[in-house]
């Protein structure tokens, strides 16, 4: 049974750091890309992150390069959302998704996690 969990959510200060963790069971992390979302109230889902099958290659959309960075440990089977310089307008719920490939995984994930609250204030 495929499965992701995220945690490391919670409150930070704006200009703060958050690290995620997407912790992946019922598959071989080596064999799928893993990325990140977030969606925010009101506001349609964002494309954040991706890291390929052979952890290679990273994915960012302008929006967030420079400030976001994926990385795996496969030792520990999970995925990580390493975020600074954090800002109010990205108060939303992160999510992680599995799918075949880095290519496919910002518009066809096939598989999701439950989410975690990142929150942004002062």
């Known amino acids: 049974q495929v499965q992701l969990v995220e945690s490391g959510g919670g409150l930070v200060q704006p200009g703060g750091s958050l690290r995620l963790s997407c912790a992946v069971s019922?598959?071989?992390?080596?064999?799928?890309?893993i990325g990140w979302f977030c969606r925010a109230p009101g506001k349609e889902r964002e494309f954040l992150a991706a890291?390929?099958?052979?952890?290679?290659?990273?994915y960012y959309p302008d929006s967030v390069k420079g400030r976001f960075t994926i990385s795996r440990d496969s030792d520990k089977n999970t995925v990580y959302l390493q975020m600074n310089n954090l800002k109010p307008e990205d108060t939303a719920v992160y999510y992680c998704?599995?799918?075949?490939?880095?290519?496919?995984?910002?518009?066809?994930?096939?598989?999701w996690g439950q989410g975690t609250q990142v929150t942004v204030s002062s």
């Open positions: 998704a599995q799918a075949p490939t880095a290519v496919q995984l910002p518009t066809s994930p096939t598989s």
């Open positions: 019922g598959f071989t992390l080596e064999y799928y890309a």
């Open positions: 890291i390929n099958w052979s952890a290679s290659r990273t």
